[in-house]
């Protein structure tokens, strides 16, 4: 089940591995909001997501709020699979809560292992910025 973190949970924000800098108030305020996937009472996966009209190249852009572009910034998991099948599932629950979002995209780390993940579970690459990649999941209606 994907669902909204909680409260009690915020401490799961320290295990980010790609952007730990960024304090989970930060995270949970304003245009921003983090999912967990749950199995059990055991969370499996965290996605931090920023809702925004522009696609961002850099943190500092993720200040800019809007509505349409539903932006993945982090995800990180516990259990093999777990990353995937959150970022899969998601957009599912914010089109349903948030019918005013039209894209999905990423602002990934520059990395192989990104790169490889987003390709792999079905993204697009739309763009290569100076320190990220921006990918694109396309969701059917």
Known sequence: MIRLIKDSELHLINDDPVRPHLPAEWRTRYNKEVYVLE??????????????????????????????????????????GAGREIINGLPKIIKRNNPYVKRFVTMSPKTEMAYNFHTRNGAIMIAENPDTYNFEYLIND
């Open 39 to 80: 199995n059990e009472d055991r969370i499996d996966a965290v996605i931090c997501v920023a809702y925004m009209d522009e696609i961002p190249a850099n943190e500092y852009d993720l200040k800019w709020p809007g509505i349409s572009n539903a932006v993945f910034y982090t995800v990180w998991s516990y259990r093999k």
